[in-house]
């Protein structure tokens, strides 16, 4: 009867340990980039929200992870007087609104984070979540102009995006004005296609330039039919940009494969080697396109040389991946650090004060939306730079300032800071 | 001539969506399964093909086949391991619904991360195109004509004339009848999804050099190729034929004239045809076990 209790008393006690040991070291089950010491750096937990069934949407999680792996090996950021350690928490919105608006949910109440980066699919759906809670919210909308009002007072978007197609577009417009007069724009015919086509249009008629409108369905891969119709206009230029690489690449093909041979040109940053997968190179000499400094061989800054060496050690190749949204993280956490604290407030008001910042997508300066009725700096331009794709290489071919982005964007959307 | 180069473009397109609508067909008819993962299944015959070409260095025919019967094998493997089970159970056709649109997640996220999220590119196998007439024909869209006949053919003399094929046709009826006659009805389904996830490969395969690869490309033509279905009959290949011969004209013509708002007219054009014909156009309305 002894030993029956001794041997009882061994096992619960051996069970109780490892339950212990167990409970201890139960991993969290989200996704982080790196934990926190008692004694080291304190941890800043940043929140995304993404739909990474999608290449675009896994790119910009790993870029953004990899951005605050760099940070944390850097010794992790200095804001204010302490140093904190990134903690990237990761949920996939599967391209749903509820599943988003709970990832959002399970962010704001149970993981208690103050910062969200968003790929952009679901921010409207969002916002009203994050900014009744007061926490910053990063990501650009294709309803930019609800997601950019003055309604919400803790979302900006740092990715330049719209700020990109119109400074190439006027960019365009100045260089080859004869070309911009007479220029089909293909675009995919759904909701951001139709978005994209109408705010190219109102673009490009402030800018003086008269463009004709093609779409294709955009879950199509033979876009022969395209190709014929474009080939029939025979216009100056042509432009396929707003369906991404791959639908955009397949536009450009079929438009070459019926015999057009006018000049290519994209209004966005499609990246040269993603658009060597789907076009032949004789097709591509001459294409000319939006760049990232991160892009060429070598890249053209110090931040895109290092954040491609990086992707290249973690990933061992470079393959041009989708990382436009890299800049919603490069600019929170230039905000952060300028403000020196973790405040929302005190954050928010650096970012929608003019704040310049730099990340692997270029230098950037947040501008305001006069046209939406908001004076605070909740838009972005970036220092983007023109490739001309030369034997299937991007080969510099112009890099368009801030200063020259804000000048286009002020003649389409007003007078931006 | 632009009539001509619609039709002619209107053709090739056709003749792919023949070839993955043949193969949704058969799935749906002889094993009841509506297969939601078939897209996932053209994916994987493409980058079969292009790891096959990339990483063995292999010909483009031989990567073809391998791409073919990664397809295929991975058809007969979800069959073991998935849907033999759930076939046979009560509410099997929304059991087995329900498995292929989880087996398409998983294929699709599965396929994303170990293939990366950037397109892939085959290059070109036939080149070269010559200007007959105002129409620009190309050689790579000549070749999918002239693969897409043969495959076609190739698929109604086993299905119309060979003893496997006789097996199917009756399985499609009645499997109870077909048991009883001694056919072996597990070994027919397992053989029907791999052919069919054979024919999706065949099509991802055929078509890499002249679109490339990427992960999203089943997601994209699944719906197209359902419609199409819908339209001949899920239960009749010659149905699958006419299906995907009469949108693929549809869409060339659709898409030049009208731009992307021809699938809502391909979407009016199937109600109106299914309001009248529930079956499809040549379809019998075999009972698929809902």
Known sequence: MKRYLIKGLLVITLISTILLVACATTPSDTTTTSGTSSSGPKELKIGILAWMGWPNGLDMVRGTELMAEMDNKNGGLSIGSDRYNVTIIKYDSNNDQSTAASAVNKLVFEDKVKFIITDGFFTSAVLPTTDKNNVILAGWAPDYDVALSPNYKYHFDACGFDGIQVALTGWFCKKYPEKANNIVFAFPDNQQGHANAKGNEEQLAVLGAKPTSVFYPASSQDLSALGTKVKTLNP?????????????????????????????????????????????????????????????????????????????????????????????????????????????????????????????????????????????????????????????????????????????????YGASK | MLIGQLIFDGMAMGLVFVILATGLVLITSVNKILFFAYGAFYTIGAYGVWYAMRLFDLPYFI??????????????????????????????????????????????????????????????????????????????????????????????LVYEKTAIGRSMRAVTISPEA????????????????????????????????????????????????????????????????????????????????????????????????????PAGLLGRGIDIGI
Do not use: H
């Open chain 2, 178 to 277: 077909a048991a009883l006659q001694g056919v072996d009805i597990n070994s027919i389904y397992m053989m029907t999804l791999g052919m069919g996830t054979g024919l999706a490969g065949i099509a991802g395969g055929i078509l890499a050099p002249t679109y490339g690869i990427n992960p999203l490309m089943g997601a994209n033509i699944l719906w197209t190729v359902m419609l199409m279905a819908m339209l001949g009959g899920m239960d009749s290949l010659l149905g699958a034929v006419v299906g995907g011969i009469v949108i693929g004209q549809l869409l060339s013509f659709g898409q030049y004239y009208i731009g992307g708002a021809i699938q809502i007219i391909i979407f009016l054009i199937i109600g109106v045809v299914l309001y009248f014909k």
């Open chain 1, 236 to 412: 100056a230029a042509f432009s396929a940009a707003g369906g991404g690489p791959v639908s955009d690449g397949l536009a450009i093909k079929a438009v070459f494969d019926a015999g057009y041979r006018g000049t290519f040109f994209a209004n966005a940053t499609q990246p040269a080697i993603t658009l060597s997968q789907i076009i032949t190179n004789e097709a591509l000499e001459g294409f000319i396109c939006g760049a990232f400094p991160v892009e060429f061989d070598p890249a053209q800054t110090e931040i895109a040389k290092e954040f491609k060496a990086a992707w290249i050690a973690k990933y061992e190749k470079w393959e041009g991946p989708e990382i436009i949204s890299t800049g919603q993280y490069a600019g929170l956490r230039n905000a952060l650090q300028k403000a020196g604290t973790l405040d929302v407030d005190k954050v928010s008001d650096v970012i929608f004060s003019g704040m310049e910042y730099e990340g692997p997508t270029g230098r950037g300066k947040m501008i305001s939306r006069p046209d939406l009725g908001n004076s605070r700096t909740v838009d972005s331009i970036l220092n983007i730079y023109v490739k001309q794709i030369k034997s299937g290489n991007p080969t510099v071919l112009d890099s368009i300032s801030i200063e020259d982005g804000v000048v286009s964007f002020n003649k389409v």
């Open chain 2, 63 to 156: 990567s073809l086949l391998l791409g073919i019967l990664c397809s295929a094998a991975l058809g007969v493997l979800s069959y073991l391991l998935i849907f033999r089970r759930l076939q046979f159970m009560e509410r099997g056709f929304l059991a087995t619904l329900i498995a292929s649109m989880g087996l398409f997640k998983f294929l699709s996220q599965g396929g994303l991360l170990v293939f990366g999220t950037v397109p892939r590119s085959i290059p070109s196998v036939f080149e070269g195109n010559l200007n007959f007439m105002g129409i620009n024909i190309t050689s790579d869209k000549v070749a999918i004509i002239v693969i897409g006949v043969v495959i076609t053919v190739i698929l109604f």
